[in-house]
C-alpha cells in the first residue's frame, strides 16, 4: 500500500513541477522581491533569440541569462519597465518583443485575425443568401397548363 | 475564359507559386543568404556603439575598442567578427576571414563570451588554424555582444568610412556570401 502511494506521488510530480519550476538561479535574483518580481515579469515579455520561442525567463541559453543579469541591472538601477524593454528593443529590434508593438509594419500581422473573421462571415453570409435565393417555382402559366392538360389527357 | 475554368486552374495555380516561393528559400538556405531563424539587426544604419576590451591573454594581439574600429574604418571599410573557439560554424567561414585578412581588409575580432560559456580554447584554436584579426578584444561578460545585438556567433559587422554600420551576417561567411555579398558591399563603401 506504502508503494503504491508513493508511486502515484512519483507519478503526480512532474504534474506540479511546472509551478516550481524557475530558470532564474537564486544568485541571479534582486535582493528587493518587488524589483525582483518586475524583473521576472519584464523577462517573460522578451524573447530569447537563441531558442525563439521561449522568453528570457524561461530560457537556459547563455545569452538569455546576460538578458535576465543587464533586464535586472536596468530594474535596480530605477527604469521603468517601458525603459527597460526600450533598451532591448534598440539593441534587439521589435522581434525581442514576445508582445509586438502596433505600428506601421506591424498592421498586418494585427489586423490578420479581423480580416480572416470578416472573409468567413462574408463566405457564410454569401453562402446562406444563395440558399435563401432558390425561389419556389413560379405559377404554371395559361399555355403550360394547357400544354400539360394535352400531355395527360393522352 | 469562363469562371469555372478559372476556379479550377487557382489551385494549380496556388502550387505553382508556392512551389516557386519554397524553391527560393530552400537555394537560400542552401547558399547561406536566407536563414528562416533569422533576425533582422538593429544596429545596421546606426553607428558602431561604444567600448573598450581588454586582448586576449597570452596573445600577441592588441585588445579592441570603438575607437580602433573607427579609426581603421576611417580609411577603409571594416570588418568586426563576433567569434568562438567552440563555435563550429566560426571554422567554416574562418578561410573567408584569413583571405580578406591578407587582402588587406581590416578584420577585428571579438572572442564571445556568455555567462554561461566562456572560451578558454580561443588561442588555441587561433594558433591551430590562422589569426585573420587585427586586434581582438574579449567580451568576458557578453555585454558588448548585446550592445551590438549579438545573439549567436558568428556574426559579423561591415563599418563604412563614416562609422556606420552597414551590413550584419549572422552565421557563418560562406565562400558564396563573400562573393555575393560581402565583396560589393566592400567596393560600394571603399
Request: hydrophobic share 45%; glycine share 8%; charged share 20%.
Amino acid at each position: 500500500m506504502r508503494a503504491l502511494l508513493l508511486a502515484l506521488a512519483l507519478l503526480a510530480a512532474p504534474s506540479l513541477a511546472p509551478a516550481a519550476r524557475a530558470i532564474v538561479d537564486p544568485r541571479e535574483m534582486l535582493p528587493d522581491p518587488d524589483q525582483e518580481a518586475r524583473a521576472r515579469a519584464i523577462g517573460r515579455e522578451l524573447r530569447c533569440l537563441v531558442c525563439q520561442n521561449q522568453s528570457i525567463d524561461d530560457s537556459n541559453a547563455g545569452l538569455a541569462r546576460d538578458l535576465r543579469r543587464i533586464v535586472r541591472e536596468r530594474v535596480a538601477a530605477g527604469d521603468t519597465n517601458e525603459q527597460v524593454i526600450a533598451f532591448v528593443t534598440e539593441r534587439y529590434g521589435d522581434y525581442v518583443r514576445l508582445n509586438p508593438p502596433l505600428k506601421g509594419a506591424t498592421i498586418a500581422l494585427w489586423a490578420s485575425p479581423a480580416l480572416v473573421l470578416a472573409f468567413g462571415l462574408l463566405a457564410m453570409l454569401r453562402l446562406y443568401r444563395r440558399r435563401r435565393g432558390i425561389a419556389p417555382m413560379p405559377p404554371l402559366t395559361e399555355e403550360e397548363r394547357a400544354q400539360l392538360a394535352r400531355l395527360t389527357a393522352e | 475564359m469562363t469562371r469555372r475554368q478559372i476556379l479550377f486552374a487557382l489551385p494549380a495555380l496556388a502550387t505553382l507559386a508556392a512551389a516557386g516561393g519554397f524553391y527560393a528559400m530552400l537555394s537560400g538556405m542552401r547558399r547561406g543568404s536566407f536563414d528562416p531563424r533569422g533576425v533582422p539587426s538593429a544596429l545596421v544604419g546606426r553607428p558602431v556603439p561604444g567600448f573598450e576590451l581588454a586582448p586576449l591573454p597570452n596573445w600577441d594581439k592588441p585588445g579592441l575598442s570603438s575607437r580602433d574600429i573607427l579609426e581603421a574604418a576611417s580609411l577603409r571599410p571594416v570588418l568586426v567578427n563576433f567569434w568562438a573557439s567552440w563555435c563550429v560554424p566560426c571554422l567554416v567561414e574562418h578561410p573567408q576571414l584569413m583571405r580578406l585578412a591578407a587582402e588587406g581588409v581590416p578584420v577585428f575580432g571579438i572572442n564571445y563570451h556568455t555567462g554561461t560559456q566562456t572560451d578558454p580554447g580561443a588561442t588555441a584554436w587561433l594558433r591551430r588554424h590562422g589569426d585573420p584579426f587585427a586586434r581582438i578584444g574579449i567580451d568576458l561578460s557578453g555585454r558588448v555582444a548585446v550592445d551590438w545585438g549579438v545573439y549567436g556567433v558568428p556574426e559579423t559587422y561591415l563599418v563604412d568610412r563614416r562609422g556606420i554600420v552597414r551590413w550584419r551576417m549572422a552565421g557563418p561567411i560562406t565562400s558564396e556570401i563573400l562573393d555575393e555579398q560581402l565583396r560589393p558591399l566592400l567596393a560600394r563603401f571603399a
